[in-house]
């Protein structure tokens, strides 16, 4: 008699089918989408002038939770030049991901961001810090928790802090809630290890200027 296997293949099909759904709707579980404040610089990238920002750089850092997203969120935005992962915040010197993430060495995972200030403002960026996190939960961001992921702006001028502070209040008077974001003198950064460095970009997200593709976090 003849072996009959479009049943059997026809179920393996749809098991496949299944399967990728449930994969597909995890993966988005997990993605971030702009916000609206992030959303409208994005589109800077329409401008010549942004496209083309060669300015002097200066620093900003921000910890927002794992730097992995914060990173990537940053780096498409026209205006920032470039973008490093590292700690700092904390009492140990040259701490380790793996001292880090113990979650005992006061260290915030952070994102040193270089910008031109004639293309993006200390206060735009600000914007966007408070888009990509929740500036309410103490040292919480989804399921990462531990001090090394709290909110926090670490400052290196007056003008910075100053900044920082009316950033806040503002924050807590749109969300109607308080905000746990720390204020902090930088002092120093360490960067993290080369594989945390652009990790997302190397597991084939885009960071492209002006980008609104949502940011998918993943270890």
């Not at 060669?54 to 794992?66: K, L, R, T």
């Not at 807590?172 to 460095?197: G, M, N, S, W």
Request: proline share 4%; with cysteine.
């Amino acid at each position: 008699s003849e072996l009959r296997s479009t049943t059997p293949c026809a179920l393996s099909m749809t098991n496949i089918v299944a399967a990728t759904l449930l994969l597909l709707a995890s993966v988005a579980a997990f993605a971030h989408a702009p916000g609206p404040r992030q959303t409208e610089l994005l589109r800077r990238v329409q401008s010549d002038h942004a496209e083309n920002a060669q300015g002097e750089s200066e620093i900003a850092v921000f910890a927002a939770g794992c730097f992995w997203g914060v990173e990537l969120a940053f780096s498409r935005l026209p205006g920032v030049l470039h973008t490093e992962v590292g700690y700092t915040g904390g009492s140990w010197a040259d701490p380790t991901y793996r001292i880090v993430s113990r979650g005992t060495s006061g260290h915030a995972e952070a994102v040193r961001i270089g910008y031109d200030p004639t293309v993006i403002s200390f206060q735009e960026l600000l914007d966007v810090f408070f888009d990509v996190h929740d500036p309410t939960t103490l040292n919480r961001q989804g399921n990462d928790v531990g001090t090394q992921y709290r909110s926090a702006i670490f400052y290196s001028t007056e003008s910075e802090r100053r900044a920082a502070e009316r950033a806040v209040e503002v924050e807590r008077k749109r969300l109607r809630k308080h905000v746990v974001t720390t204020i902090e003198e930088l002092d120093i950064f360490y960067p993290a290890e080369e594989y945390h460095q652009h990790y997302l970009v190397k597991g084939g997200q885009s960071d492209e200027k002006g980008s609104i593709v949502p940011i998918r976090c993943y270890g």
